[in-house]
């Protein structure tokens, strides 16, 4: 029994070393950004502010993501796509608003719904309101997930009324731009001579 818990204990060691190891090799020590949220956040479970610590947490999570999980991978492919990035947007504005708010927060204050619908509203602002939301819908209409589970009727329905709001008028417009451009290239100034 107590060779299992030493070999335990010494593979967690081993373990938590390469981590640890791997981890330094990873961060920037000139990026002084992530130590410093890390910090921020560890004196903000300290002193006992929970939504500040949570939502510096998310900060700080979605950060490391973004820049070390590889596109390889299901997460990065998905976070370095349009999709991703809108939702990411939205929750890094979220997350910050959250924790301007829970700066001020008091022992007798905490998060309420008013804050958090107001923190919904900078996140929206963050990712260009109505345009990223039909985007974001439009996205998860075309998932096979939904594809498979929604009924017809309300395949056809989604598809009619994002077929609405979505008017490509002017992406026809700036094809049609980059057409003829493409057709007819501007020449420059012919005459134009080095001195």
């Known amino acids: ?7 335990v204990a010494l593979v967690s060691f081993m373990v938590c070393f390469v981590a640890t190891a791997f981890a330094a090799g990873a961060v920037n020590p000139a990026d ?7 910090r921020q956040m560890i004196e903000a479970i ?12 998310v900060i700080l999570l979605l950060g490391l993501a973004k820049k070390y999980v590889p596109a390889s991978w299901k997460l990065g492919a998905f976070m370095k796509s349009d999709a991703g990035g809108m939702i990411s947007a939205f929750v890094l504005a979220f997350a910050g608003a959250i924790a301007t708010a829970a700066v ?6 905490g998060m309420t719904y008013a804050i958090a619908a107001a923190a919904a509203k900078v996140g929206l602002g963050a990712i260009g309101g109505f345009v990223v939301v039909t985007k974001l819908a439009a996205w998860f209409v075309g998932t096979a997930w939904f594809q498979s589970k929604a009924p017809a009727w309300l ?8 077929g609405i709001i979505g008017s490509s008028a002017a992406e026809k417009a700036k094809k049609a731009g980059d ?8 020449q420059g100034h012919g005459t134009f001579t080095d001195v």
């Open 1 to 7: 029994m107590r060779l299992k818990i030493f070999g």
């Open 179 to 186: 057409a003829a451009v493409a057709a007819n290239p501007p």
């Open 104 to 109: 001020s927060f008091t022992d007798g204050s």
């Open 46 to 57: 300290k002193d006992g502010k929970g939504w500040l610590a949570a939502s510096l947490g």
């Open 155 to 162: 395949k056809a329905g989604l598809a009619f009324v994002l």
């Open 32 to 38: 002084e950004s992530i130590g410093e949220l890390a």
